[in-house]
């Protein structure tokens, strides 16, 4: 009997973020989000956390060399078509990562500025800020900031709050390809997401206000960007199906513990039964 020829790979992305156990946010939200949309997720844990669907109680960062060899040795060893980062954990992993990353150039790189949690808990000192625009914003494709990240990413020190079209023209001024501010700590009646280029505006998209406050919804956005550039869609196109994918996830999100809703990042597998058409 011949051997059957072997299956044809997923697109892999790699991942580098912090560990949530609640299964929100962080690592866990990459994986199921990615795996959801086809890819093959690697990840690298840039630090244990200790939270719930409430917030986050404590942070870990793991040490720098650690995550800089659990890159490379996957790396090395298999295909790696898009990179996507969240939680970072301390200024060493950084500059970590921002050495690893350097050796894959042609690789896209989604980075997910996540500053704070949800609740307001801090994962990002100042330092740690302008490590993030010396070393990583240069090496982006598209960074996913909201508009709360966004102004402190872009906003010197004493400033008032800028618009956010001149906070997008700021980052662009660091280096990255893409910006997508997203809009949902605006006060708007929709969340409106708009992704900028070096040319300007490239897409403005409007999306329902849903009622809830979800644990994940940024990690599960930027996950899905990278896979949907994974998966060998243009910017434009690989930003709107993540942000349908993403609204999908978080209108059929669910509450299992105290604090905020969760993703559903499997919601088409769990489709309503067919109503019964008797006998």
């Known amino acids: 009997m011949e051997s059957a020829e072997p299956n044809a790979l997923p697109p892999i992305v790699l991942a580098?973020?912090?560990?949530?156990p609640s299964g929100g946010a962080g690592l866990q939200a990459d994986v199921l989000t990615l795996a959801s949309m086809g890819c093959h997720p690697l990840t690298v844990v840039t630090a244990a956390t200790i939270q719930d669907t409430m917030g986050v109680e404590e942070v870990m960062p793991l040490d720098a060399e650690w995550v800089a060899d659990q890159a490379?040795?996957?790396l090395e060893d298999m295909p790696v078509t898009a990179i996507k980062i969240g939680v970072v954990g301390s200024i060493e992993n950084i500059t970590a990562i921002a050495e690893v990353v350097s050796d894959y150039p042609e690789v896209p790189l989604v980075l997910d500025p996540v500053l704070?949690?949800?609740?307001?808990?801090?994962?990002?000192?100042?330092?740690m800020i302008s490590a993030l625009r010396e070393l990583l914003i240069?090496?982006?494709?598209?960074?996913?900031?909201?508009?709360?990240?966004?102004?402190?990413?872009?906003?010197?020190?004493?400033?008032?709050?800028?618009?956010?079209?001149?906070?997008?023209r700021r980052l662009l001024a660091m280096g990255c390809e893409y910006?997508?501010?997203?809009?949902?700590?605006?006060?708007?009646?929709?969340?409106?997401?708009?992704?900028?280029?070096?040319?300007?505006?490239?897409?403005?998209?409007?999306?329902?206000?849903?009622?809830?406050s979800y644990?994940?919804?940024?990690?599960?956005?930027?996950s899905a960007i990278a896979a949907t550039i994974a998966n060998g869609l243009n910017i434009g196109d690989a930003v709107k199906d993540a942000q349908e994918y993403t609204w999908q996830t978080l209108k059929a999100a669910f509450r299992p513990g105290m604090g905020q809703y969760i993703p559903d990042r499997l919601f088409w597998a769990r489709e309503d039964e067919p109503a019964d058409s008797g006998n």
């Open 215 to 222: 644990h994940g919804s940024g990690c599960t956005l930027a």
């Open 72 to 74: 490379r040795c996957v």
């Open 179 to 212: 910006v997508l501010i997203t809009g949902t700590h605006e006060n708007t009646a929709q969340v409106i997401n708009t992704l900028y280029g070096q040319e300007g505006v490239i897409r403005t998209d409007s999306w329902e206000r849903l009622p809830g």
């Open 116 to 127: 704070a949690s949800g609740r307001g808990d801090e994962f990002a000192t100042e330092e």
């Open 138 to 168: 240069p090496q982006t494709t598209i960074i996913t900031p909201n508009s709360i990240e966004a102004r402190r990413l872009a906003q010197e020190d004493g400033e008032e709050d800028l618009d956010l079209a001149e906070c997008a």
């Open 16 to 20: 580098f973020a912090a560990t949530d």
